[in-house]
């Protein structure tokens, strides 16, 4: 079985709901990200054995199958496949490891795994707008929104709402530094205020929409947030300030076998070690990133402490506090460049970034192993284990 490596990765920078990219459609977001990849690694398209993408509302804007008209807009060949994953949160992780899967099987030797969402064009549940679940799956289970879930979290933990906003906090300081200390450039790039013109090759396209991630507050305080309501309960601890932002962004990882990419001159970032997906309680829902970072580890022989880096997705504050309780890891190690509190999570995008952000940094301190865990609606939860070989 071939080992399968991440060749390059990169993101746009995020934009809160409404704001710098929401005039920007999804498609084009998704189609500039590929090229930008692409080019980045001079590589050929044509050579891309398929592009999957991940989005959670796949409707409008992102419907028709957004991995493969992306690829088209991009300027792939129409030899080139794409198709679009759906595991909510973790759609565009899961796009990651069903590419590295086709890779390890020997269907492809080359893909790209992506993810993208627009939550200021697609709104977030545009998917099942005026619906509800069936009777039957009514009848097995009391379903809840996240809201609700993230409370029972903060309920079964005994966190308290300081504890929260104490991660919101330190997840807005770390963006921040990040960004002063120039840690975010090797990932992003700057989308342009013409995304159309840019990808259709216009002249003269000039202006930026973004450059930098959009939803950092480097002004907040525990004290300003202790100002705000909860959002889920009307004694609750959770609230707009403690939880992920709505956001709109892309990302794309080129990942390739280690063979073909050193036929190709490719230099790699990372290697796979192990994937895993969970299934827990549907209601409680958020909290199986424990059990898969727990199955994850067991799988490769290593422990919590032979991790370097981790990337806990911030879906809500109490989710890494309740992680964290149970694994002991260190906080120094857990979402060091902030997290999805700070930086947004434009859901279908989301897995590709973190696995972005997780092995450029890791390059860059040069450690070894990188863990990236994401909880996932009606429970279930996604892991990807790497190790740095740049």
């Known amino acids: 079985m071939p080992d399968v490596v991440v060749v390059d990765a990169v993101r746009t920078p995020l934009g809160r709901r409404g704001r710098a990219l929401a005039d920007i459609r999804p498609d084009e977001l998704m189609a500039l990200t590929l090229r930008q990849l692409v ?53 565009s992780q899961q796009a990651v490891h069903s590419a ?15 993810g993208v969402e627009s939550m200021s064009r697609v709104p977030l549940g545009a998917d099942a707008a005026g619906t509800e679940p069936s009777a039957a799956l009514a009848d097995r ?24 906003d104490a991660v919101a906090v330190e997840s807005h300081r770390r963006a921040a ?15 342009p205020a013409d995304v159309t013109a840019a990808l259709t090759g216009a002249d003269g396209v000039e202006g930026t929409a973004l450059a930098v991630d959009e939803g950092i507050r480097r002004d907040t305080s525990v004290e300003r947030l202790a100002e705000l ?13 403690n939880s ?10 080129l990942l390739a076998s280690a063979d073909r990419a050193a036929a190709l001159g490719l230099p790699a970032l990372a290697r796979i070690v192990a994937t895993d997906v969970v299934g827990v309680d549907p209601v409680m829902m958020l909290h199986g990133v424990i059990p898969v970072t727990a199955r994850i580890l067991a799988r490769a022989g290593l422990r919590v402490d032979d991790i370097d880096l981790f990337e806990v997705n ?19 190690r857990v979402n060091v460049n902030g997290g999805a509190i700070a930086l947004g999570h434009p859901t279908g995008c989301s897995g590709a970034r973190l696995l972005t952000t997780l092995t450029h940094e890791l390059v860059r301190r040069q450690g070894r192993y ?14 990807t284990l790497v190790e740095r070989v740049a």
């Open 39 to 91: 080019a980045r690694t001079g590589l050929d398209p044509a050579l891309v054995g398929d592009v999957q993408v991940g989005c959670v509302n796949a409707v409008g804007e992102q419907g028709r199958n957004i991995g493969r008209l992306a690829a088209l807009a991009a300027g792939f060949p129409p030899s080139v496949p794409g198709m679009t994953v759906n595991r909510m949160c973790g759609s």
């Open 229 to 241: 309501k909860p959002a889920f309960r009307p004694d609750g601890r959770l609230h707009a300030g």
């Open 177 to 191: 530094a990040a960004w002063d200390a120039g840690r975010f450039a090797a990932e992003t790039y700057a989308v």
């Open 314 to 332: 911030e879906a809500f504050a109490s989710v890494v506090l309740a992680w964290l309780r149970e694994t002991k890891a260190d906080p120094g």
């Open 370 to 383: 990188g863990l990236q865990v994401m909880c996932i609606g009606y429970g279930m939860a996604t892991a």
């Open 141 to 164: 289970y009391d379903l809840v929104g996240q809201g609700e879930s993230a409370e029972l979290i903060t309920d079964r933990w005994q966190l308290t709402r300081d504890e929260l």
């Open 100 to 114: 590295a899967h086709a890779i390890m099987a020997g269907q492809h030797d080359l893909a790209i795994a992506a």
């Open 244 to 253: 992920s932002q709505l956001t709109d962004g892309a990302a794309a990882v």
